[in-house]
């Protein structure tokens, strides 16, 4: 293979064997670094004679439904990283476990550590359960260095550095409570190491960390509005002086006060004043003060904000309300709510037609109007941040989509309207429009926007059943 000959004897029946006995090997040797060096061979075959893939793929099935030995048996970065391949086709208990822990332990091969942490996203189900499967092994990592808490911050930047560049290129879901569980691993990776000794190496992790969260907030902007998302800055903040942040970590820290800033901005339009979410910005800010002087400017900038919230902005802190008040506010939401449901129809509607067309109107632009490109791109993903917004918006107040387009129902004319007027004398309906319904705490859903349904055609009477019991 690495004489670039391998294509001249791909059909050579000694190269089949020879093959076959190296699988074998994999098999049967108590050697780990054999182990894993015929292990890196079928991976090594699969990247330059594809016709072999589909074998070595059921090969490697049958074999790695047990743990091999540990990856850091191997001295090679790339051998390595071929091994690592492998572990696509491997299956059992032990394999998330055992791609959290080789993604702790590798030393300084990125390659490798990319393709761990690639399979690795791709086996959990999702982010926090990736993050909670790192605690283990990133709390046992004991570097052996003069000193280690710098050791630590770097391992952790790598981690996050990999992790970084998986996320942005596709949409895992983040799974319950993620900012805690990001939290929790930050912590969990200087518990035994300590703090990073050197103010370089601090700002450097710290700056990572800010960039991480942006990321993530980035892809799953309803994370935005979440208190918790950046919880994991806490953890560097005590290693400086209150309120002085690091320059060098300035940049990462502002991108990621934007985000917040957005964030409360977007609620405060909706008459929502967060004070955890005003500490978030805070303690990315450096004080209260700064937080202060960023809300006032959306008070100022922003038109239609009620008192209440206009001196939550300035001050941080909102006028005790009458009873009469809060029912006026709550009723001027639910009024809103409507606007809400509506915007959540066409929401939904320029997501899926992203999904369906947005690829190929790049690729179009790209060939034809490549100086177009960038500014396409930007206003697909800002097309793709204003839909995650309005999730955001809909999960504040408890609005849901009930029914898919194309659905066949029971008519209700409680949940129904006709989308040509009243509907009289069918029993089944299809859907056109979802409902939108917003649960109030004790589960009783109340109907926001009714669902726009029409009536089936005779093909559809034959195909649906009896519709009016002749």
């Known amino acids: 293979m690495r004489g670039g000959t391998i294509h001249s004897v791909k059909n050579d029946p000694r190269f089949g064997n020879a093959l076959e006995d190296v699988l074998a090997r994999v098999r049967s040797t108590s050697d780990p670094k054999q182990k894993l060096l015929a292990l890196t061979v079928p991976m090594r075959v699969a990247s330059r004679i594809k016709s072999r893939k589909v074998k070595l793929k059921e090969e490697l099935g049958d074999i790695l439904h047990v743990a091999p030995p540990a990856l850091s048996e191997l001295g090679d970065a790339d051998d390595r990283f071929y091994a690592a391949q492998a572990l696509k086709f491997a299956s059992g208990d032990w394999v998330i476990p055992y791609l959290a822990r080789s993604i702790v332990e590798e030393e300084a091969g990125e390659k490798a550590r990319s393709e761990l942490v690639q399979i690795f996203l791709e086996t959990t189900t999702d982010l926090s359960c ?18 280690p808490g710098d050791s630590a911050a770097k391992r952790l930047k790598r981690i996050l550095s990999a992790v970084r560049k998986v996320l942005l ?37 710290t700056s990572e960390i800010a960039g991480f969260l942006h990321d993530l907030v980035r892809t799953h902007f309803s994370l935005a509005a979440e208190s918790s998302t950046y919880r994991a800055l806490y953890v560097p903040s005590r ?4 309120g002085r942040w690091p320059v060098d970590a300035q940049h990462s820290l502002s991108t990621l006060s934007r985000d917040i800033e ?24 450096g004080s209260r003060s ?7 400017r959306i008070a100022s900038r922003t038109n239609g904000l009620s008192r209440e919230i206009v001196q939550w902005l300035r001050r941080g802190r909102v006028p005790t309300k009458t009873r009469e008040a809060e029912l006026m506010a709550e009723s001027s939401l639910l009024a809103a709510d409507r606007a809400i449901a509506l915007l959540l129809l066409d929401s939904r509607r320029l997501t899926q037609a992203l999904e369906g067309a947005g690829q190929d109107i790049l690729n179009e632009v790209r060939i034809f109007e490549p100086g177009l490109e960038d500014d396409m791109k930007r206003i697909l993903a800002r097309a793709r941040g204003v839909a995650i917004g309005v999730n955001a918006l809909v999960g504040k107040r408890s609005l849901k989509m009930r029914g898919e387009p194309g659905e066949v129902v029971d008519y209700s004319q409680v949940e129904h309207e006709g989308i040509d007027g009243p509907i009289t004398g069918t029993r089944r309906v299809r859907i056109v429009n979802p409902l939108v319904e917003r649960v109030l705490g004790d589960n009783v859903p109340q109907i926001v926007l009714k669902a726009v349904v029409e009536k089936l055609d005779s093909s559809d009477l034959d195909a649906d059943g009896d519709q009016n019991g002749h």
């Open 262 to 285: 957005e964030a409360i901005a977007l609620l405060a339009r909706q008459d929502i004043a967060d004070d955890e979410l005003l500490k978030s910005l805070a303690l990315v800010e």
């Open 239 to 242: 290693w400086f002086l209150k």
């Open 169 to 205: 290129l596709t949409e895992q879901q983040t799974g319950d409570d993620i900012g805690r569980a990001i939290h929790r691993l930050v912590e969990d990776a200087f518990r035994r190491a300590g703090p990073p000794n050197s103010r370089n190496v601090a700002a450097d992790i």
């Open 290 to 296: 700064d937080a202060l002087n960023i809300t006032s």
């Open 130 to 147: 990736a993050f909670n499967a790192l605690r283990k092994p990133i709390t046992e990592f004991r570097p052996e260095t003069e000193l």
